[in-house]
């Protein structure tokens, strides 16, 4: 073989060689990109899956949300269409309203409270409206203010009464009595009820403040951590005071 056949075999078998060489660094460059794509590709995951969580979480929160504010508009609307009903209603009419509310209040106390005290003290305040209902219309109308309810007005009159009586009834107490009941006049009671009515700001009228309460977003629970050794714990020293108990 000459020496120019031997120079050209020498360099085919370095090419295939080098060829060689290519291709076994790309058989192991693939594997290890496909290591590291799946390694990857659950955090990446799992980062989506989290993400969209936060999504229908924050979505269901913002129809939470416009529900409740949609309840309150409803509400308040219907108050006020309540109130244009009372304006629009002729004096019979309001009477006639007027006197059907108590009545049905008070067949409520004798089906409940029979002979209790407490009814039949709600049963006068409710002779005294009925009485005044039916000498004023206008008082009538204010019977039927939205804002005011026949529960809130007994109330308002139980606390002037126990203002009134404050100190006999302290005095009472003190004496070991479990319980004080006072009797007043029925014009008392009805004046208790019309100021009471009249009054747009009783305390008895006021109602919490409704607001929205949103409810914060929790991440996915991650995965338990290993449990640690649980420590010993050290021997308490014994102590250079003697107990005194």
Known sequence: MSALSDLLLDDREEEQGAACDLSA??????????????????????????????????????????????????KKEKKE??????????????LAAAIKMIEAREDEIRKEFDDDTNGVIEMIILQALKAGCQCDTD????????????????????????????????????????????????????????DYFNDLNAPEDKEPEEKFKPQPYRPAMKSPAEPTQPTQAKPKEESAQLSLF
Not at 81 to 94: E, G, I, K, L, N
């Open 139 to 194: 008082f009538a109308r204010r019977l039927l203010n939205p804002d005011k309810c026949l529960s809130n007005c007994f109330r308002y009159v139980g606390t002037q009464a126990y203002k009134m009586k404050k100190d006999d009834i302290q005095k009472q107490i003190r004496g070991g009595a479990q319980y004080a009941a006072f009797s007043f006049p029925p014009k008392l009671y009805f004046r208790w009820a019309t």
């Open 25 to 74: 660094s790309a058989d192991t460059q693939a594997p290890e990109a496909e290591q590291a794509a799946k390694v990857a590709s659950p955090q990446a995951s799992k980062a989506e899956q989290e993400k969209q969580r936060r999504a229908e979480h924050e979505a269901k929160e913002a129809a939470r949300k416009a529900e409740f504010e949609e309840k309150q508009r409803r």
């Open 81 to 94: 269409r309540a109130r244009q009903a009372v304006r629009a209603m002729s004096d019979a009419d309001v």
